[in-house]
């Protein structure tokens, strides 16, 4: 059983950055991998970033594509997702996601924090 508990959204304007964590609890094997996602009521939910639990491999949305970096650190067994240059369009809910390895489906989830972008 893995926990993860999202946070660091809040309100900022539009060109601003945002600092998410994802603190992450439990069992969390050497090869999970931990993905961040976002969720827009009437949208589908997008897939943003995903980085391995090694921190040797990392995976972007082309829409946010150098202006989000993901990383870890291991010390803490936190993710962050680091976001800049923020546009009204990255309004959302985020969310990170834990899977066993690289592949397999997203199984536990963190209940989301709230970001929203003012123009």
């Known amino acids: 059983q893995v926990q993860l508990v999202e946070s660091g959204g809040g309100l900022v304007q539009a060109g601003g950055s945002l600092r998410l964590s994802c603190a992450a609890s439990?069992?969390?094997?050497?090869?999970?991998?931990i993905g961040w996602f976002r969720h827009t009521p009437g949208k589908e939910r997008e897939f943003v970033a995903a980085i391995n639990w090694s921190g040797t491999s990392t995976y972007y949305a082309v829409s946010v594509k150098g202006r989000v970096t993901i990383s870890r650190d291991a010390a803490k067994n936190t993710v962050y997702l680091q976001m800049n240059s923020l546009k009204p369009e990255d309004t959302a809910v985020y969310y990170c996601?834990?899977?066993?390895?690289?592949?397999?489906?997203?199984?536990?989830w963190g209940q989301g924090t709230q970001v929203t972008v003012s123009s």
């Open positions: 439990g069992r969390t094997s050497s090869s999970a991998v």
């Open positions: 996601a834990a899977a066993a390895s690289a592949g397999e489906g997203y199984n536990y």
